[in-house]
């Protein structure tokens, strides 16, 4: 079973803070992607990776910046907090590029921005 | 712009059969996914359509209709484990998911 496992459940920052997620993979998949899931919205690409090294803006990247130093691990990078980052956030990783596989979720952070 | 509308919610009892729908309009289409998303946990993938017609996998199912922009997942013998938010998410044409807002199905004894 492919396992992405998500460094902390439960986060809590303050206003200003850098803050970092981090993502790891064991299934040696080529893609990985951070999303932030909000009440009442479907869950919101911020950015993506098809690659090491190479990082795509999703549909909300303000505020945001990743890293992908090694296949295996995502990190998400807020540089400054501030409390509407307040949210759900869920890594996934799928294998294949420009192919239809299924994307695997970790069980997510629950970020709060004091 | 893209866009995948599905209720909000719905109700069933225990051993019934429910449909959730999901319509869309996105840019392209390269299949479309049923994700389950139990409170607090990770969405688990359920199923994949591209093409025409019905997909079934035990006691859930999956129909798609591309020229109809329309899909369902339909849940058969319910039990109170489905209790769940059910997520619709649509690949388009740059292969990326598209996903609609879920349904949080509420299984009742």
């Known amino acids: 079973d492919v396992k992405v496992t998500q460094s902390s459940r439960y986060l809590v920052k303050r206003t200003g803070e850098k803050v970092f997620l981090e993502c790891v993979q064991d299934?040696?998949?080529?893609?990985m992607f951070w999303y932030r899931q909000d009440p009442g919205l479907g869950l919101r690409l911020i950015y993506f990776?098809?690659?090491?090294?190479?990082?795509e803006k999703g549909d909300i990247p303000e505020g945001y910046s990743v890293s992908r130093e090694k296949k295996e691990r995502f990190s998400l990078i807020l540089e400054s907090a501030s409390t509407n980052q307040t949210s759900m956030y869920l890594c996934?990783?799928?294998?294949?590029?420009?192919?239809?596989?299924?994307?695997?979720f970790g069980d997510g952070t629950r970020l709060s921005i004091l | 712009g893209q866009n995948i509308d599905q209720p909000t919610e719905m109700t069933a009892t225990e051993g019934a059969i429910v449909q959730i729908n999901c319509t869309y309009q996105?840019?392209?289409?390269?299949?479309l996914f049923w994700y389950q998303q139990h409170a607090g946990e990770a969405p688990t993938f359920l199923s994949y359509?591209?093409l025409d017609g019905l997909e079934e996998k035990g006691r859930f199912s999956s129909f798609l209709s591309r020229s109809k922009g329309y899909s369902y997942l339909l849940l058969k013998e319910l039990q109170m484990k489905d209790s769940a938010s059910y997520l619709c998410?649509?690949?388009?044409?740059?292969?990326?998911?598209?996903w609609g807002a879920g349904t949080k199905l509420i299984i009742k004894p």
């Open positions: 359509n591209v």
């Open positions: 996105t840019s392209g289409f390269n299949g």
């Open positions: 998410a649509v690949m388009d044409s740059n292969y990326q998911l598209i």
């Open positions: 990776s098809y690659d090491v090294k190479m990082k």
């Open positions: 996934a990783s799928s294998a294949g590029q420009g192919d239809s596989q299924p994307q695997h």
């Open positions: 299934m040696d998949h080529e893609n």
